[in-house]
């Protein structure tokens, strides 16, 4: 077993390319889970005691956390064509894998171990995103239920969006408060990385977003859209990878942009 203080995201996702599926009411198949509970162990981040479809990390007890909360939501539950996880390193600068969502549980684990995130940043791991979000949905209702308010929800995936522009990372479905998404795009700016934006509405994009770096293609759904139905302030910051995300073949990753999407996500946690 490599070293559980080892922050690389390689590393990890290799630790993570693990099954993890729901019947939609509770997870069936937990190895995923299990493992990211492993990586995190001896880490600030403690599990809140749930079993739902979701697992939710915080840095305080549940009942300490004070002030608005930044959720970050990264699905876990596999599509049901992928029937084995794997991931290679095929030359290149290339990843081959069935890196949909392993590729951002690994991220947001590389980030949350590298430690610095503000206090209020609250990070959970979804169940039945590939067909209701339900896991996203039952994490806001519980936050909910214990009189915390989400200020802002950051949605991470993979995309099949920015591919071919070398985009390292995308923000796509823009259902925020348009003072968020200000500071997101003037941070994006300033990252000096490879980026793209992936409007809800191909009809409503921000005047604040330079117009070079829109896709005029509206995103795709995810679980953005269900908590945006929820009155929750979102968007997706996700990974462009190529290839058929749903299919045991695997889909295509950049290991550079791999590492600067961890960068960039730690740095919009951050500010």
Excluded at 1 to 24: P, Q
Excluded at 55 to 81: F, M, Q, T, W
Excluded at 137 to 164: C, F, N, P
């Amino acid at each position: 077993m490599k070293d559980l203080k080892n922050t690389d995201v390689c590393s990890i996702l290799e630790r993570v390319m693990l099954l993890c599926r729901d019947d939609g009411v509770r997870f069936t198949t937990t190895d995923r889970l299990d493992e990211i509970e492993k990586v995190l162990f001896g880490s600030a981040y403690q599990r809140v005691d749930r079993e739902d479809l979701f697992r939710l990390y915080a840095k305080r007890p549940i009942e300490e956390l004070k002030g608005p909360l930044l959720l970050v939501s990264s699905h876990v539950d596999c599509e049901a064509n992928i029937t084995k996880c794997f991931c290679e390193d095929i030359g290149g600068g290339l990843l081959k894998g069935t890196f949909d969502n392993a590729a951002t549980n690994a991220a947001i684990l590389s980030v949350m171990l590298d430690g610095d995130l503000p206090d209020n940043v609250v990070v959970s791991f979804t169940g039945d995103e590939e067909r209701g979000s339900k896991g996203a949905e039952e994490t806001v209702e519980y936050l909910r239920s214990k009189q915390l308010k989400i200020d802002l929800a950051v949605i991470l995936d993979v995309t099949d969006m920015g591919w071919e522009e070398g985009a390292d990372f995308t923000v796509e479905n823009n259902f925020w408060r348009d003072d968020q998404g200000k500071r997101i795009i003037e941070k994006a700016k300033k990252l000096g990385e490879r980026w793209r934006f992936v409007p809800e509405d191909t009809e409503d994009i921000p005047s604040y977003v330079p117009p070079e770096m829109v896709i005029h293609e509206e995103a795709e759904a995810d679980e953005s859209w269900d908590l945006d139905e929820m009155d929750v302030p979102c968007f997706s910051f996700c990974l462009p990878v190529n290839g058929n995300m749903h299919s045991n073949a695997g889909v295509l990753a950049r290991k550079d942009s791999l590492a600067k999407y961890c960068s960039a996500l730690k740095a919009i946690l951050s500010e």
